[in-house]
């Protein structure tokens, strides 16, 4: 679409890219991430036996964890084989597998199992469904560790709610709602989970940010430009309105 490689997994509601220019955004969406929390995991784990990574993309975090946990299989699973195939550490795989599917692995697999930023692949039904899936392949005593944003610009002016429009009637046209990540918590306890940790950080989108900030502004709106396809194949904005929003809502970043 418009020049852009998607995915043909039709029962898949994720509408961003996996080509070259996506892996390579991924990548730099993981280094921010790592910077933001300074290390790649919140969990508390601690050398765990069986690792699972769902929604790999690219499998950066993945080889980063694998070689800093030697001792820990590594499995990543997404729908998209843009994943490398040589040079990888020992005990990191991958797998192409359909997340809203059943997990392709035995009860009680993983210690540890991870996902984030999967939102714009899930409905609150199949929310449920996967998370009843985490419970079933994590091991007594694991630990599942979500990571997940609904992709809306905060603390805005005008051109942020507009495009925080588009956003959500898109999301509607593709079957998924990333705002379901708010019942998160209700939600991974319903499934069987205990012990349910929450933490809320807001990235900044702009130079006044820092570093940080500076990088998450060019790594959002080249997923926002990215949506265009799927917007306008779905009739959520002509070219000429999304144009007019970004334009805005980059200017619109500078005083928010």
């Known amino acids: 679409i418009m020049g852009r490689r998607y995915h043909n997994v039709q029962t898949a509601p994720y509408c961003l890219p996996n080509d070259?220019?996506?892996?390579d955004r991924l990548d730099q969406q993981h280094y921010i991430l790592r910077a933001l929390f300074g290390k790649n995991h919140l969990a508390p784990i601690d050398r765990p036996a069986y690792?699972?990574?769902i929604g790999c993309g690219t499998g950066t975090w993945q080889m980063e964890m694998a070689a800093e946990f030697?001792?820990?299989?590594?499995?990543?699973?997404?729908?998209?084989?843009?994943?490398?195939?040589?040079?990888l550490p020992a005990n990191c795989h991958f797998e192409i597998a359909n997340?809203?599917?059943?997990?392709?692995?035995?009860?009680?697999?993983?210690?540890?199992?991870?996902?984030?930023?999967?939102s714009f692949g899930l409905s609150e039904e199949k929310l449920d469904?996967?998370?009843?899936?985490?419970?079933?392949?994590?091991?007594?005593?694991?630990?599942?560790?979500?990571?997940?944003t609904d992709w809306e610009p905060r603390d805005g002016g005008e051109a942020a709610a507009v495009w925080g429009d588009y956003l959500r009637r898109l999301c509607e046209k593709r079957g998924c709602n990333?705002?379901?990540i708010f019942e998160l918590v209700p939600s991974i306890e319903l499934a069987g989970f205990t012990d349910v940790r929450r933490l809320m950080v807001q990235v900044p989108l702009g130079g006044w940010g820092g570093m940080i900030?500076?990088?998450?502004?060019?790594?959002?709106?080249?997923?926002?430009?990215?949506?265009?396809?799927?917007?306008?194949?779905?009739?959520?904005?002509?070219?000429?309105e999304i144009d007019e929003a970004l334009v805005s809502l980059d200017a619109e970043l500078d005083e928010h």
């Open 129 to 148: 469904i996967l998370l009843s899936e985490h419970a079933r392949v994590c091991s007594p005593g694991g630990w599942l560790e979500l990571l997940e």
């Open 178 to 180: 990333p705002r379901a």
């Open 20 to 23: 070259a220019e996506e892996a």
């Open 70 to 87: 030697p001792s820990t299989e590594f499995i990543g699973i997404d729908i998209s084989p843009i994943q490398p195939s040589t040079c």
């Open 51 to 53: 690792a699972l990574d």
């Open 99 to 118: 997340m809203l599917e059943d997990l392709p692995f035995a009860d009680e697999r993983f210690d540890y199992v991870h996902q984030r930023l999967t």
């Open 213 to 240: 900030g500076t990088q998450a502004r060019k790594i959002i709106f080249q997923a926002w430009e990215a949506l265009r396809g799927p917007m306008l194949e779905h009739g959520v904005a002509t070219s000429e």
